[in-house]
């Protein structure tokens, strides 16, 4: 969760669109954006939620309860507000005596941890101006892509850009935006960072944090890219986080998008829905968690690879998930957040993040009515995205 000290460019490139911190300095407060801390009085925590997480001796379960017990005394249960610099815990004594095991975890986990506290990293690379036609005298509804991606990753972003993420006002009266959320690259990899400010002058697209890539740290980068959204995207009208190598069938989802209830779309929160998973156990496994960092079941929650969400969430989203202690995979975590605000997810069986039946992956009158399926190549994506739109093609 440390900060990377590798150097920005000597000669940042600079465009009115985009803002490069230079590394070599450990930027302000006032450097580093943050949104307005939540009112106290004004979060909730739904009683489901209360219900569904167990009080026992996992220390995850423990901090929630003890921050819902702040919250309930009208006491401040935002225990998440340290500099970044200095948000680190590094007493080992004090995490030993609360996780038992804590030397058993492994060296990810325990970073994972030690920078539990940790929520506002520094911005690198930023689009201030990326919604500056979604303000309050725009009447278009708006579509942001929030995609999950590395800094390596510049082929699958291209091929996102290029097709189901190109950006623009579409026929059916939506505008679609594109940005792509970055950590940095670990110290022993090539330095990208020259790549990444071309890259981000030239399409407007990257959003880069000060934060070490990991899959522990999915959750800091989704709750960043909430604090910027509040920032810079407040009227955007609906939010769709996935993955770079996901392939999305942007006219259908837009289609879907424009057939959903008005009475519905203050609530929508809409992928593929896992409803009965547990914490696996085992460590081989990536999803790992150990029973004395968490015992309880999960809450049903869309699946990471691609999930839409009202606009209308963002806020109140924001504000629980201060409440509400980091879980290391990101997207329990938001089914954890949504069920506090007592919001369920809908299931659509046009979202398919554990991919279609291998007979059909082919075909493209099958990909023709879905919405997203997970995981495709960059060259399958641009494939999948010419057939699906050749004048050719009789479904």
């Known amino acids: 969760m440390t900060y990377s000290r590798r150097a920005a460019p000597e000669d940042p490139l600079k465009h009115p669109s985009f803002q490069v911190q230079d590394r070599k300095t450990q ?5 580093s954006f943050t949104t307005p801390k939540p009112v106290v009085h004004s979060v909730s925590v739904s009683d489901g939620l209360r219900r569904s997480i167990p009080q026992n001796g996992a220390y995850w379960n423990r901090l929630l309860h003890s921050a819902l017990r702040n919250l309930d005394k009208e006491e401040n249960p935002f225990g998440h507000d340290s500099d970044w610099f200095h948000c680190r815990e590094t007493n080992q004594e004090l995490l030993q005596t609360n996780v038992h095991d804590f030397t058993s975890y492994s060296a990810l986990f325990q970073e994972f941890l030690q920078g539990m506290n940790c929520r506002s990293p520094p911005v690198l690379l930023n689009q ?12 278009h509804t708006s579509l942001l892509f929030a995609i999950k991606s590395t800094p390596g990753n510049f082929e699958r972003r291209q091929a996102v850009r290029e097709t189901w993420g190109r950006e623009g006002m579409h026929q059916s009266g939506l505008r679609v935006r594109t940005v792509f959320l970055l950590g940095s690259s670990p110290q022993e990899d090539p330095d990208l ?5 071309f890259e981000a002058k030239r399409f407007g697209d990257i959003l880069q944090w000060d934060f070490h890539e990991s899959f522990l740290n999915l959750t800091l980068k989704v709750n960043t890219f909430l604090q910027w959204t509040l920032k810079y995207c407040p009227h955007v009208s609906f939010v769709f986080s996935g993955d770079d190598d996901v392939f999305v069938n942007t006219p259908a989802l837009l289609s ?34 150990p029973l004395s960092f968490y015992n309880g079941p999960y809450p049903a929650y869309a699946g990471g690879g691609g999930f839409l969400i009202s606009g209308r969430l963002l806020q109140p989203l924001h504000s629980v998930s201060r409440v509400l202690p980091f879980f290391p995979i990101d997207d329990v975590y938001a089914g954890m957040c949504f069920k506090a605000l007592g919001v369920s997810p809908e299931a659509h069986k046009g979202f398919q993040t554990f991919d279609i039946n291998e007979q059909d992956r082919e075909n493209l009158c099958v990909h023709k009515d ?16 010419k057939g699906i739109h050749s004048p050719l093609l009789t479904c």
């Open 128 to 139: 201030p101006n990326k919604c500056v036609f979604e303000g309050k005298g725009d009447n």
């Open 256 to 289: 879907y998008l424009q057939s959903v209830e008005p009475s519905k779309i203050s609530q929508l929160y809409v992928g593929h829905v896992i409803s009965t998973a547990n914490p696996l156990r085992d460590p081989k496994s990536k999803y790992f968690i």
């Open 27 to 31: 930027p302000s407060k006032q450097e």
């Open 193 to 197: 960072n020259p790549l990444l400010s």
């Open 370 to 385: 879905l919405i997203l399926i997970h995981q495709r190549s960059p060259q399958q994506v641009k494939k999948l995205w």
